[in-house]
């Protein structure tokens, strides 16, 4: 049977191509890292996969926290280094190679939200991964969540991705409470971004500084051109025009920025002092 050309050439160069320093865009849902993905992936050099969920659970069907199949696939939210397995790491590392040997390109740029709960398990995979972290006002993200639920099922069919979030929260007595107080999209969001950026800020502080880049949002929005080429550098990839231009075009708020005010006593007993340690509360409020 004469081997298909075309699929014979893509194997060579898979066979060829290598994950040196994979890239993995981290950060909870809605806090602008489908814009700063879409802006890196003008440069040249870069292959972008946005939320490539089939990938991931073709190769590790335990991320699936999404589909109607999730249950029966003990779907989890939260991966460390103890789940990864070296024969799915190679199913995995294959499927990205692949993807990036058909675009032609040299270095994989991957953003999945759910990653934010997995940084050392994406870690443990790809030890040479450098990790871009956007961090954005939890407000903001919480109205832009529950935007996004009145428009389909942001945690999943039959709401399994929030099922996750309750029982991250069970583990610490001192959350456990609050998803029974997160009656409402906004409110859901609060927690979920709470959990999200306090697990990714967790993980990514035990990693060398050479592989770690944290952003915020607001940087991002004043000053585009001049924040992507801050990433540029800690990539190390060379400056591509591309990418600046992009970020001057399309990068600008779409919502309304959360004043002080939205910053209430209720808000802050769920979404927990990061607000204030981030900045974007002021001390004074009922904290858990």
């Known amino acids: 049977m004469p081997t298909d050309p075309v699929r014979l050439k893509r194997n060579v160069l898979c066979a060829m191509v290598q994950l040196e320093h994979p890239i993995f865009l981290i950060g909870c849902g809605r806090s602008g890292t489908t814009?700063?993905?879409?802006?890196?992936?003008?440069?040249?050099?870069?292959?972008?996969?946005?939320?490539?969920r089939d990938l991931w659970v073709r190769a590790y069907p335990i991320c699936d926290v999404w589909s109607e199949r999730?249950?029966?696939?003990?779907?989890?939210?939260?991966?460390?280094?103890?789940?990864?397995?070296?024969?799915?790491?190679?199913?995995?590392?294959?499927?990205?190679?692949?993807?990036?040997?058909?675009?032609?390109?040299?270095?994989?740029?991957e953003k999945l939200p759910a990653n934010a709960f997995r940084v050392r398990f994406v870690h443990a995979?790809?030890?040479?991964?450098?990790?871009?972290?956007?961090?954005?006002?939890?407000?903001?993200?919480?109205?832009?969540?529950a935007r996004e639920c009145e428009i389909g099922p942001w945690y999943g069919i039959g709401d399994?991705?929030?099922?996750?979030?309750?029982?991250?929260?069970?583990?610490?007595?001192?959350?456990?409470a609050l998803p029974a107080r997160c009656r409402a999209p906004y409110e859901r969001g609060l927690l979920e971004w709470r959990l999200a950026v306090e697990a990714s800020l967790e993980a990514t502080a035990a990693l060398?500084?050479?592989q770690q880049l944290a952003v915020r949002y607001e940087e991002l929005l004043t000053a585009p051109a001049r924040t992507v080429r801050r990433i540029e550098h800690f990539l190390g990839l060379d400056h591509d025009p591309a990418v600046s231009d992009y970020a001057e075009r399309s990068i600008a708020r779409r919502s309304e920025p959360a004043g002080r005010s939205a910053v209430t006593d209720d808000a802050t007993s769920i979404a927990g002092p990061l607000l204030v340690q981030l900045g974007y509360a002021t001390p004074g409020h009922d904290e858990s």
């Not at 814009?35 to 490539?52: F, K, M």
């Not at 249950?71 to 692949?98: E, I």
Request: net charge positive; no cysteine.
């Open 160 to 176: 399994y991705k929030w099922h996750q979030l309750v029982s991250l929260a069970a583990r610490d007595p001192a959350l456990a």
């Open 208 to 210: 060398p500084a050479r």
């Open 70 to 109: 999730a249950p029966q696939r003990n779907g989890r939210l939260v991966l460390t280094a103890k789940d990864s397995t070296w024969w799915r790491t190679v199913r995995l590392t294959r499927l990205f190679a692949r993807s990036l040997a058909d675009a032609g390109r040299t270095r994989l740029l």
């Open 35 to 52: 814009i700063l993905g879409r802006t890196l992936a003008e440069h040249r050099g870069l292959h972008y996969l946005n939320e490539p």
């Open 125 to 145: 995979l790809f030890p040479d991964a450098l990790f871009v972290h956007l961090l954005r006002n939890g407000i903001e993200v919480a109205r832009s969540i």
